[in-house]
């Protein structure tokens, strides 16, 4: 599935990266009987019915126990397996935090752990299935890399690098099929360094996620209704940022917004923010995500065009950025 994926046509209708993600492990586990998935009642959810039918062997489920899921990861990874320990983010990033601070990172035990259904995913069940925290404490968490692919190419290949590390990391995954995103030929991924998908020098747009799309639709209206080209990037790690990636759009474009599907709090555009400013870069800057309030309830979709995390709120939001300049 995977190279059937990276010749998809660019802007085809795409797979949702829980299901790449899956046919990834799932091409991993033929050749690699090391590979372990670790679930909290969530193999339907996280689409990996298939892997079990598969490979028997290699998949535990624990039930609704997402403490005992990443205590039982480490302990399988410390004894040397490859596990993917894959539970909803909303929940594996709260109810098991202090397994994933002391068994996971400060432990040094290589688990990947897989946050499904991430950011506001699960729509109208509500605030509580919302993961729009992870970012914020995985990132104060050392030792941890924090991964947010795009699109199925973005999947694919961050399955296939984090199965190959003995480090710890977070890849966040949502349930919306995604497009395949570039513009510019881009072909390579490398975890630790953003994708640029667009070039443009009035305004770059820093997405990450299923926010990256939105971004360059945007990108593309703003182009064709007013004249401005936005550079859209696909910071998909947000741990280690891209610094010289940051150092660059900030020199070559006018202003930056960063776009992310999670609070506007401790995020993406925290991270980038702060990092700009101790580095003297003084360009307007704008955060758009989920504010620090009483979320909206709806689909996904409502509640991202509720904030306008849309083609036309983030070409509005844009507009007003670049307005400050005049």
């Avoid at 679930?39 to 990996?48: I, V």
């Avoid at 790690?237 to 891209?242: F, N």
């Avoid at 990636?245 to 776009?259: F, M």
Wanted: net charge neutral.
């Amino acid at each position: 599935m995977g190279n059937e994926i990276l010749k998809a046509p660019i802007g085809g209708t795409g797979a949702a990266n829980q299901d790449v993600f899956s046919a990834t492990l799932q091409e991993l586990a033929a050749t690699d009987r090391n590979i372990v998935v670790v679930t909290s009642d969530s193999r339907g959810s996280g689409k990996l019915v298939p892997f079990g039918k598969k490979y028997p062997a290699q998949i535990v489920e624990v039930g609704i126990a997402e403490q005992n899921l990443v205590g039982m990861a480490a302990g399988l990874a410390s004894a040397g397996k490859k596990v993917f320990a894959v539970s909803p983010a909303c929940f594996l990033t709260a109810r098991a935090l202090e397994q994933i601070k002391n068994d996971v990172a400060y432990s040094n035990n290589p688990v990947k752990l897989i946050g499904i259904s991430a950011g506001v995913s699960y729509g109208a069940l509500g605030s509580t299935h919302h993961s729009l925290h992870d970012f914020a404490v995985l990132r104060a968490i050392h030792n941890m890399t924090i991964v947010v692919p795009a699109d199925s190419f973005e999947t694919t290949q961050a399955v296939q690098q984090v199965a190959a590390s003995e480090q710890p990391y977070y890849l966040r995954f949502g349930k919306k099929p995604m497009p395949l995103l570039d513009e510019t030929g881009e072909t390579t991924f490398q975890i630790g360094k953003g994708r640029v998908i667009r070039r443009g020098s009035d305004v770059a747009i820093i997405a990450n996620g299923e926010t990256v799309f939105p971004a360059l639709q945007a990108a593309r209206k703003l182009a064709t209704e007013n004249g401005i080209e936005a550079t859209v990037v696909s910071m998909h790690t947000i741990k280690p940022l891209d610094e010289k990636l940051l150092s660059e759009l900030a020199l070559e474009c006018k202003a930056i917004l960063t776009v992310e599907e999670h609070s506007v709090n401790g995020g993406l555009g925290e991270a980038c923010a702060s990092w700009l400013l101790k580095n003297r870069y003084h360009k307007p800057f704008d955060i758009l995500g989920i504010p620090d309030e009483y979320t909206v309830t709806g689909s996904q979709v409502e509640i991202l065009n509720h904030y306008g995390i849309s083609e036309s709120g983030i070409a509005s939001r844009v507009k007003t950025l670049l307005n400050t300049l005049t």
